[in-house]
């Protein structure tokens, strides 16, 4: 049973192009709960990191940076690195190429699981509730959620949102190349030491292949408000 009903906590993990974006940003507004994308916080470190030409092995120069950076999220999508709006630049491909690699870092893990932990916290005090959507939001950051949801779908289907998505974007990339990018990071992200993206025990898996993000949002809110009454 959620422990504050009204206002769950939620965890969403799953792999890139499953779906969590779109799907918990839509199941926080008709909630009415927060929304963290966690995601878009190791994005605008690994921007950071590009920028400043940083040695990933140095932690020492690692750990300067990160006490030198600020970034904040809004509710729509945005993304200030530094005071910079760097919504867009944190989803091309230079960043999507070296996110994964800046996951694994243990130091960065740390410091961005110590911010997420404080968000959790607050929207927990303000009795508000949280959707908060990543790799290891159920493993690690939020063990305790009330619900935690695993969205997954075929390679080639997450290949084909992540072709759209950039398409609007005006990017036009080959669809090959995203499946190897898509592929390339799975692996990555699956297989590192420190959080590796995971299906926990208690786990509500999704297979999102042939679903409407519509539909992944009904099924979501069924679930959890089946639970509420
Ligand atoms: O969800 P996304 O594609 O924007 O995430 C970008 C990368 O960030 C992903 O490939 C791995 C990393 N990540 C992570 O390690 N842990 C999280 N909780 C969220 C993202």
């Known amino acids: 049973m959620p422990q504050n009903p009204g206002h769950p906590t939620i965890a969403i993990d ?50 300067e940076i ?16 530094d005071g910079e709006d760097v919504t867009a630049e944190i989803r091309f491909p230079h960043v999507n190429e070296m996110v994964s690699p800046v996951s694994c870092i243990s130091l960065i893990r740390r410091r961005l699981v110590a911010i997420q932990q404080a968000v959790a916290r607050e929207s927990t005090r303000e009795s508000r509730g949280i959707i908060m959507e990543g790799r290891d939001i159920a493993s690690r950051v939020m063990p305790d959620a009330d619900f935690k949801f695993y969205l997954d779908a075929s390679v080639e289907e997450r290949a084909r949102r992540r072709s759209k998505e950039q398409r609007e974007k005006g990017l036009n990339l080959p669809e090959d190349s995203v499946t190897a990018e898509i ?33 992944v949002v009904t099924k979501i809110i ?8």
């Open 183 to 215: 592929l390339k990071r799975d692996s990555i992200d699956s297989q590192r030491d420190d959080s590796p993206l995971t299906i926990v025990a208690d786990a509500i898996v999704i297979d999102t292949t042939g679903m409407t993000f519509a539909a």
């Open 14 to 63: 799953g792999p890139a192009g499953s779906g969590k974006s779109t799907v918990a940003r839509e199941v926080s507004m008709r909630l009415n709960i927060k929304y963290l994308d966690t995601g878009a916080m190791y994005r605008a470190v690994t921007l950071k990191l590009i920028r400043k030409k940083a040695d990933l092995t140095n932690l020492k120069v690692l750990e």
């Open 66 to 81: 990160l006490d030198q950076t600020t970034i904040q999220l809004g509710e729509d999508k945005q993304v200030i690195l």
């Open 222 to 229: 069924e679930t959890v408000n089946m639970d509420f009454h």
